[in-house]
């Protein structure tokens, strides 16, 4: 069975701290594998990886895939309070299988 | 483009009752999928429809559950009869495989916050 699985599933931090989110997935069919961001409301897209070792980057954030060990890393640098939601992890097969995310909160 | 569209944004039902929840895609968007999110169960796909022909619904947890796409700009989703266990927000996402890789990416809609009383 196709399985994402992310961690931590929680982290507080404060304003100006690194974070690295991880996605390890277990898929048939690989295709990419995609971080999206959710506030409040509906998930948006952040970045797609397809090959290992190119790291991906917009502004302070940045990820990058292993395709060898099967996990991806997001990290985000410098962090600031619209920084919070949840981070989800999805590995696009015929359909996006998609981990239970990551709540990240940064207080100030 | 306006991007995927839902309605109702909110919807308060009673038990038994009939709920429809509505989407229409980004245009010339050929895939278009349905999905659940609850704070126990995350996100979980219910189903999608390529070319406006449901491909896999594996996901769609009971027979209460419909779900159609009669046209490339409009698709619903039902349950009849709502519980309240079906309370849940359900978005609906589109994606354009034309576009090679990039068509791995879905675009979300706003959401449907549906609560069964």
């Known amino acids: 069975e196709d399985k994402v699985v992310q961690s931590p599933l929680s982290l507080v931090v404060h304003e100006g701290d690194t974070v690295t989110l991880n996605c390890s997935y277990e898929?048939?069919?690989?295709?990419?594998l995609l971080w999206y961001k959710q506030e409040k409301k509906a998930p948006t897209f952040l970045f797609m990886l397809?090959?290992?070792?190119i790291e991906k980057k917009s502004g302070r954030l940045s990820s990058i895939l292993d395709k060898k060990e099967l996990f991806s890393i997001l990290n985000i640098t410098a962090t600031q309070t619209g920084d919070s939601a949840v981070y989800l992890c999805a590995v696009a097969t015929d359909k996006l299988i998609f981990g239970t995310g990551t709540r990240l909160q940064v207080f100030p | 483009d306006a991007g995927v569209i839902q309605s109702p944004r909110h919807e308060v039902t009673e038990m038994g009752q009939e709920v429809t929840l509505r989407c229409k895609p980004i245009?010339?968007?050929?895939?278009l999928f349905w999905y659940r999110q609850t704070m126990m169960r995350g996100l979980e796909l219910l189903i999608y429809?390529?070319?406006?022909?449901?491909?896999?619904d594996s996901g769609m947890p009971e027979d209460r559950f419909s779900a159609k796409m009669p046209n490339a700009s409009f698709s619903t989703l039902k349950i009849q009869p709502s519980e309240p266990r079906d309370s849940a927000v359900y978005f609906c996402a589109s994606s354009s495989r034309g576009q090679g890789l990039r068509g791995n990416i879905q675009y979300f809609g706003a959401g449907t916050r549906l609560s069964v009383l």
């Open positions: 429809f390529n070319n406006n022909v449901p491909i896999d």
């Open positions: 898929v048939t069919n690989f295709r990419s």
């Open positions: 245009s010339g968007h050929d895939y």
């Open positions: 397809t090959s290992s070792g």
